[in-house]
Nanobody, 125 residues
Framework: QVQLVESGGGLVQAGGSLRLSCAAS????????MGWFRQAPGKDREFVAA????????AIADSVKGRFTISRDNAKNTLYLQMNSLKPEDTAVYYC??????????????????WGQGTQVTVSS
């Protein structure tokens, strides 16, 4: 089992940057594929980015491609989401998620077993 805690959210102007972190408990972080999802008010949760256990493979949603980067540091048990050129439509609660697998990346929210509590990102125009 793994527990996830996000941080790094906040209020930023359009065009600005934020880096989200997701700290994972336990000694087996490298056994998990990880993902970032977001949910805006009144909308369904949507996929943002995913990464495999080693960091060698990633997937990025088209809506954020070229602006967001996912990475992980297994030595620090931490997942990151670097968000650049932020837009008002990026405003949402951002969640990290984990699934124990050594097979590639996962882009569907139903594929994940563990979720953090979320961190609010607000982008002003």
């Amino acid at each position: 089992q793994v527990q996830l805690v996000e941080s790094g959210g906040g209020l930023v102007q359009a065009g600005g940057s934020l880096r989200l972190s997701c700290a994972a408990s336990g000694r087996t972080f490298s056994s998990y594929a990880m993902g970032w999802f977001r949910q805006a008010p009144g909308k369904d949760r949507e996929f943002v980015a995913a990464i495999n256990w080693s960091g060698s493979s990633t997937a990025i949603a088209d809506s954020v491609k070229g602006r967001f980067t996912i990475s992980r540091d297994n030595a620090k048990n931490t997942l990151y989401l670097q968000m650049n050129s932020l837009k008002p439509e990026d405003t949402a609660v951002y969640y990290c998620a984990a699934v124990r697998t050594s097979r590639g990346v996962r882009t569907g929210d139903r594929e994940y077993d563990y979720w953090g509590q979320g961190t609010q990102v607000t982008v002003s125009s």
